[in-house]
């Protein structure tokens, strides 16, 4: 017999145990890295249970009368382990919307795991959603790097990183990310946007995943040409923010940085993300920014979000 419960603070230790050894879940899932901004979030999680021992969790935040899975993380849904199968899967989906109804809660949005995440396959929630009249609400397109498989740069991204390569640009290890995220900022400014966290969040947030957020940097004696600040899952890694300045684009400085992450530093890995090149919710492809992304070889992958209309 499974049973939901809402979650609470005495409950972290055990909800990072089951992230730790579930299906789908990574570092985004562990309360250290979702309770950063818990400020600006009502939390609604949720712990699935059978005879005392957590067999899944569902990460999640209300407003109004929406939850979702969960409004602060790229995507969430039901992380499980291996105990929850496909029939009871279905049996705790339907827990989850009484639970949620009792509350006054009209819908919930499901922001999907993509499949590259999963340590194995864990899409019994999709079904789930399915037979619940679930309907696809949103779909964003993200670039990855099938690692061990065949894949090729293209001959203009050669050309470029063996540009740079000749102009003594040294890659290694960021220590503070003051300069990077000072990079960012003027660079996303250009286009009226911020980055998502502030640099003291970042600081926060690698002081508590030191080997999990790492950054990368390229430079030409001490000046930072560009960084990438990886999210190391373990089989996946992910470039959660890239950065250039005008010298180091010129010098083709990040393909020489992303070349040397994907062909040395994680070459071993399963998969490399770039992340979504989508805006609007998924209306708009920017086809510069993912064309930049394809020419490493990199194809498409999708985000999707689900509108369950309790």
């Avoid at 639970?99 to 929630?125: M, N, Q, S, W």
């Avoid at 000749?166 to 946007?193: N, Q, S």
């Avoid at 004696?221 to 010298?247: C, K, P």
Wanted: proline content about 2%; some cysteine; overall charge neutral.
């Amino acid at each position: 017999m499974f049973t939901v419960r809402p979650y609470a603070q005495a409950d972290a230790n055990a909800w990072d145990a089951l992230v730790e050894r579930s299906r789908n879940g990574n570092l985004l899932h562990r309360r250290g890295y979702m309770d950063y901004h818990a400020d600006r979030f009502v939390d609604q999680s949720l712990m699935v249970e059978r005879s005392g021992e957590v067999v899944a969790v569902f990460p999640a935040n209300i407003q109004d009368r929406t939850v979702t899975s969960h409004g602060g993380l790229s995507y969430a849904g039901l992380i499980s382990g291996d105990a929850l199968r496909a029939e009871s899967t279905l049996a705790v989906f339907g827990q989850i919307g009484s639970h949620y109804r009792t509350l006054g809660v009209e819908r919930v949005v499901y922001k999907a795991i993509p499949h590259v995440f999963h340590a194995c396959p864990a899409e019994e929630d999709l079904y789930a959603l399915h037979r619940l009249g679930a309907q696809l609400k949103r779909r964003d397109l993200s670039s990855v790097i099938a690692l061990q498989e065949a894949f090729h740069f293209t001959s203009g991204r050669r050309h470029a990183i063996d540009k740079a390569r000749k102009a003594d640009i040294c890659v290694r290890y960021g220590v503070d990310p003051e300069g990077f995220h000072t990079l960012l900022t003027d660079v996303l400014r250009k286009h009226d946007v911020v980055p998502t966290h502030s640099l003291a969040e970042l600081r926060l947030l690698q002081a508590r995943f030191p080997q999990h957020i790492v950054l990368h940097e390229a430079r030409r004696g001490e000046d930072l040409l560009a960084a990438v600040l990886v999210y190391d899952f373990g089989r996946v890694v992910h470039t959660q923010y890239m950065a250039v300045s005008e010298e180091g684009r010129q010098l083709d400085a990040l393909s020489f940085l992303l070349a040397e992450l994907i062909e040395n530093t994680y070459a071993t890995r399963r998969h490399f993300s770039f992340g979504i090149s989508t805006e609007q919710e998924g209306r708009v492809l920017n086809t510069g920014l993912v064309a930049q992304k394809e020419y490493f070889g990199a194809r498409a992958v999708v985000h999707d979000f689900y509108e369950w209309r309790l």
